[in-house]
């Protein structure tokens, strides 16, 4: 069953707008949220995190907000550049070594 | 920089054949993972690792085994290969402070024909 779904496969964006992107999980017990990109070929890099205790976290262009009522989180990134076209994953954990991916979201960012 | 390096990017096998994925870190962490990445289903965890000589199953461990001899290597076997074990192969390692972030090697393309 899967705890973290991310419900948009794929988004298109023009560059210089906001990109949004979902992300929503059933298990309560998770209390830490990282994001991870994916360019075709290579592995995962870590973007940013958040931690169950902040509602927001933000890192130049890219801002994390948690909402642990609705078990929903989405990452912003503003602007978007062309460069950020990739497979975005959230990655909630609850024991802090082990991570739940979430499907994905492939985002196109159109110049 | 951390590195995981993995052993092949694309490989091609035939079915029932025994196949051998392999993974090494050298950054001394002590944890380290295996998973594969299918089109809508995102990353999916196969086996894991908290030390040498130790292994726990993930969500989806049917059909594979793993090998941790030496802390920097972490093998994924295929017992006998089948085409729906067809997908992008990821290694990941990771120190054991909590919520420190995974590293990613670059993946293994495994087609099974």
């Known amino acids: 069953d899967q705890q973290v779904k991310q419900n948009s496969p794929s988004l298109s964006v023009q560059e210089g707008r906001i990109s949004i992107l979902n992300c929503d999980y059933t298990n309560s017990m998770f209390d830490y949220f990282l994001w991870y990109k994916k360019y075709p070929a290579e592995g995962p890099t870590f973007l940013i995190s958040i931690s169950s205790i902040k509602d927001k976290n933000e890192d130049g262009r890219f801002t994390v907000f948690l909402n642990k009522s609705a078990k929903h989180l989405s990452l912003h990134i503003v602007p978007s550049q062309p460069g950020d076209s990739a497979v975005y994953f959230c990655?909630?954990?609850?024991?802090?070594?082990?991570?739940?991916f979430g499907t994905g979201t492939s985002l196109t960012v159109i110049p | 920089d951390v590195k995981v390096t993995q052993s092949s990017r694309y490989l091609v096998k035939r079915t029932g054949e025994k196949v051998f994925l392999e993974c090494v870190q050298d950054?001394?962490?002590?944890?380290m993972f295996w998973y594969r990445q299918d089109p809508g289903l995102g990353l999916r965890l196969i086996y894991f690792s908290y030390d040498v000589k130790m292994k726990e199953k993930g969500d989806i461990p049917e059909g594979y085994s793993v090998s941790r001899e030496k802390k920097e290597r972490f093998s994924l076997i295929l017992e006998s290969a089948s085409t729906n074990q067809t997908s992008m192969y990821l290694c990941a390692s990771g120190s054991p402070i909590i919520n420190e972030k995974l590293f990613f090697g670059s993946g293994t393309q495994l087609s099974v024909l």
């Open positions: 990655a909630p954990t609850n024991t802090g070594n082990q991570f739940y």
């Open positions: 950054m001394d962490h002590e944890n």
